[in-house]
């Protein structure tokens, strides 16, 4: 730990082209406010000195006597102490932090770099120093690092910053405990604030010895640095990923040409980069247009910048280079998890959780099915809202795999958990879709894993994509306008509300069949390990909604109410994976106690003949007609009276291939079946 004591504990100096400043606290008074006493070098949050954001200077504790600064609060919105120090806006040369901190037993600490030099626009960083021993590193552009401490010990931490290579380096009493690149390479302030990301919202820290180093970069003549190596999707052992990187001109010349290549796991990517106009500290980011497939195991994908305007090398190799460790998630085989967020078009912060199911859907589309259970406005479906209602606290709230009531925001960490669990069962969904009816047929198969129990239950949530309408309910209402709440995918550019004009929802609830819990007659008592069980459910979709937009999400539910996996598909990619015939739930309980057991249409789909199989509880005048989707009767006949069990043979060969219904009236009671004839 660098030391500079004087007579002031306050010290700010120049070695070379480095500027360094130091502060102690030790000359200030104990028990009054440090920022109204620092000569200016210490401020707040509303640059209000003095007042309630600004800091006690405390003698209770400290790394070196007698002083130091103590931050505390039990609210869960943190604060009201609020300290920032300027450094000058840095994007440039390197930089390094570091202070003495003590974090009491149960207790948390925060605090974070801004980018901007006005101050609430964006968070480069945010620290935690969680209640728990963990060290959380993140912001909202994707950052995600983690690190352990000691509670209730002195200890030093640092943080030290290559803004020309983008390479962000924690330590702990001098030892790395890891580095990071950063999307948000920039800084203008640190802003400490307590606040505690989990409950019960306890801070309780002290500061001490604060100190950092500016090195300032001279620019060469030409010079092409990376800075990000990226990609959109997630860290999923098999996924194909797009590289992105960011090159930055740090050379006083113009940059109008560059080579790159991208390397993981042996496999190189090369894209020639022409028609430029970068100037001077200007950056840009290239799309690789070829993918890599992530792999298990920890891996580095290595990105290097050459032939700069045609030149040989640039002015400084050290930054032509720059990389993204990888260390892929292994997801448990054919799991998928399920997020359904609470939202309305009423919800001032809604917002977000759009913004964060979006951030899933493109990281982890194979793995990922998000529903945005509407309330209240005009795409609510009352069912879904009513049920999902009792089990979050507020809107917007998010349920993973129906877990805990969670913010959206964090709906990542749960599903990095989830992932990991394997399934009961796979699921697969099929479907038969008749166009000129808009008649959706959908079966939803789980091939069992392992043994289970009737305690599961299968359900069929239907969602749309690119959804838009007109008038006010279809506005959004926005507390991210203007930006005064930070940034928020875009939402703080526009206007509270949003125009209905300007909205696109996504992952919309339609439909979810046949209730919120799932088929009561999913599955039998008992359940082998290797057995596949099927349900089938129709819809009738209405010509308002793009078929094209509409995935099928089919639900496996375990006897304790979470979800234990889930299918998702298009309408299409239903279609090609096939229909499968089942139990319809279409038909209500009411209906099975009408026909007592079961009423069979089999073979299903058939060719020449099929048999259409009922037991029956009372006598009843039976009658059976064929008919198909566009209702025009194809077959019937009068049966006349029947009692128990009963077996009726249909000639199907004279049928062109398609979809009918198999209509049998008991009585005065219809009850419907689906034939498949090839």
């Not at 394997?422 to 008749?434: H, R, S, Y």
């Not at 007109?470 to 709440?485: D, I, K, V």
């Not at 919120?516 to 349900?535: D, L, Q, R, W």
């Amino acid at each position: 730990m660098k030391k500079t004591l004087l007579i002031a504990s306050l010290a700010f100096t120049t070695v070379g082209m480095s500027q360094t400043y130091s502060d102690n606290f030790d000359s200030y008074n104990a028990g009054q406010y440090m920022a109204s006493q620092s000569g200016g070098f210490w401020t707040t949050w509303s640059n209000a000195p003095g007042g309630a954001e600004d800091v006690l200077v405390s003698n209770a504790n400290a790394s070196s006597a007698p002083n130091s600064i103590y931050f505390s609060t039990a609210a869960q919105a943190g604060g009201p102490t609020d300290l920032v120090r300027n450094f000058g806006v840095l994007n440039t040369g390197q930089f390094s932090m570091e202070f003495n901190i003590l974090v009491e037993t149960g207790k948390a600490g925060y605090f974070n770099f801004q980018r901007n030099a006005t101050i609430g626009q964006v968070w480069a960083m945010d620290c935690f120093f969680n209640d728990d021993g963990t060290l959380t590193i993140n912001n909202q552009s994707g950052l995600n690092f983690s690190g352990a401490y000691t509670q209730n010990t002195w200890f030093n931490f640092r943080i030290d910053i290559n803004f020309n290579t983008n390479l962000w380096e924690v330590f702990i009493d001098d030892v790395s405990i890891g580095s990071f690149s950063n999307s948000e390479n920039q800084i203008a302030s640190i802003d400490i604030f307590p606040t505690d990301q989990n409950t019960p919202y306890s801070c309780g820290y002290f500061i001490d010895d604060f100190s950092y180093t500016i090195t300032p970069y001279t620019l060469p003549n030409l010079n092409a640095a990376v800075t990000l190596v990226s990609f959109d999707q997630g860290e999923i052992a098999g996924a194909e990923v797009t590289p992105k990187v960011r090159v930055r001109n740090l050379g006083v010349t113009t940059i109008n040409s560059f080579d790159l290549d991208v390397v993981y796991n042996g496999n190189t990517i090369s894209q020639p980069v022409t028609g430029l106009n970068l100037a001077s500290l200007a950056e840009t980011t290239i799309t690789m247009t070829g993918t890599q497939t992530l792999v298990a195991g920890q891996n580095d994908m290595v990105a290097t910048v050459s032939n700069v305007n045609g030149n040989a090398s640039d002015g400084d190799a050290g930054d032509d280079e720059g990389s993204i460790s990888i260390d892929p998630i292994i997801p448990a085989v054919g799991k998928m998890v399920v997020g359904e967020e609470a939202t309305g078009t009423w919800c001032q912060w809604c917002p977000r959780g759009a913004v964060f199911m979006d951030m899933m859907e493109t990281k982890y589309p194979s793995h990922w099915a998000g529903i945005a259970v509407h309330n209240a406005d005009p795409m609510v479906v009352t069912e879904y809202d009513a049920a999902i209602g009792p089990l979050i606290a507020g809107y917007p709230s998010s349920l993973v795999d129906r877990g805990a009531d969670a913010d959206p925001s964090v709906m990542e960490n749960e599903f990095l958990t989830r992932i990991l669990v394997a399934p009961t069962a796979f699921i697969t969904n099929g479907a038969i879709w008749d166009a000129p009816t808009r008649a959706l047929h959908v079966s939803v198969s789980a091939d069992f894993q392992v043994a289970a129990n009737n305690g599961y239950k299968l359900a069929i949530v239907l969602t749309e994509d690119d959804v838009t309408g007109s008038g006010s309910g279809w506005s959004q209402s926005n507390a991210y306008a203007g930006g005064g709440s930070g940034v928020m995918g875009g939402y703080e550019s526009l206007g509270n509300p949003v125009p209905a004009a300007q909205m696109v929802y996504d992952h919309v609830a339609r439909a979810i069949e046949p209730s919120f819990g799932g088929y009561a007659n999913s599955f039998p008592a008992t359940v082998n390990a290797g057995e596949t069980h099927t349900i089938n459910g129709s819809f009738s979709i209405p010509s308002t909604w793009d078929e094209n937009e509409i995935h099928i999400i089919g639900l496996l539910i375990a006897p304790n109410g979470r979800i234990d996996n889930a299918g998702k598909a298009t309408i299409t990619e239903a279609v090609d994976n096939g229909f499968v015939s089942g139990p319809d739930f279409t038909i209500s309980v009411d209906e099975y106690n009408q026909l007592d057991a079961t009423l069979q249409v089999y073979p299903n789909p058939a060719h020449e003949m099929a048999t259409v199989e009922v037991n029956l509880k009372k006598e009843s005048t039976v009658n059976l007609r064929v008919l198909d989707l566009s209702g025009k009767e194809m077959a019937a006949r009068n049966y006349g009276s029947m009692s128990g069990a009963a077996t009726i043979a249909m000639n199907t060969s004279q049928f062109v291939a398609g979809v009918y219904i198999v209509e049998l009236t008991l009585d005065n009671e219809v009850f419907q079946r689906r034939l498949i004839v090839e």
